[in-house]
Nanobody, 123 residues
Framework: QVQLVESGGGLVQAGESLVLSCVAS????????WSWYRQAPGKQRELVAW???????NYADPVKGRFTMSIVNAQNRVDLRMNALKPEDTAVYYC?????????????????WGQGTQVTVST
């Protein structure tokens, strides 16, 4: 079983920055696809940034150029640095991990979610 714990959310003013962290504990395989989602009130959860195993980070258009996703620890921690925050970035941010057991047949993927961390950006 894997647990994801996000931290770093809070209340900031427009233009300021925040860094969200997601730490995974438990049995993680060597191939891990990480991603960050967010969900604003009354809206569907949307993909914000994703970092496939062995690849570079990708970003949704609304955050491109402002957000940076990085793996801090090779196995169990990813950060999302959010610069130039806007009120429309206000949402609960969720960390997602797909860890892949490529030694099994068939190859098995396990998907986990964090509990979410609130980010509120005021004008």
């Amino acid at each position: 079983q894997v647990q994801l714990v996000e931290s770093g959310g809070g209340l900031v003013q427009a233009g300021e920055s925040l860094v969200l962290s997601c730490v995974a504990s438990g049995s993680i395989f060597n191939l891990n696809d990480w991603s960050w989602y967010r969900q604003a009130p009354g809206k569907q959860r949307e993909l914000v940034a994703w970092l496939p195993a062995g690849d570079t980070a990708n970003y949704a258009d609304p955050v491109k150029g402002r957000f940076t996703m990085s793996i801090v620890n090779a196995q169990n921690r990813v950060d999302l640095r959010m610069n130039a925050l806007k009120p429309e970035d206000t949402a609960v941010y969720y960390c997602n991990l797909e860890t892949v057991n490529d030694a099994s047949r068939p190859i098995t993927r396990y998907r986990y979610w964090g509990q979410g961390t609130q980010v509120t950006v005021s004008t």
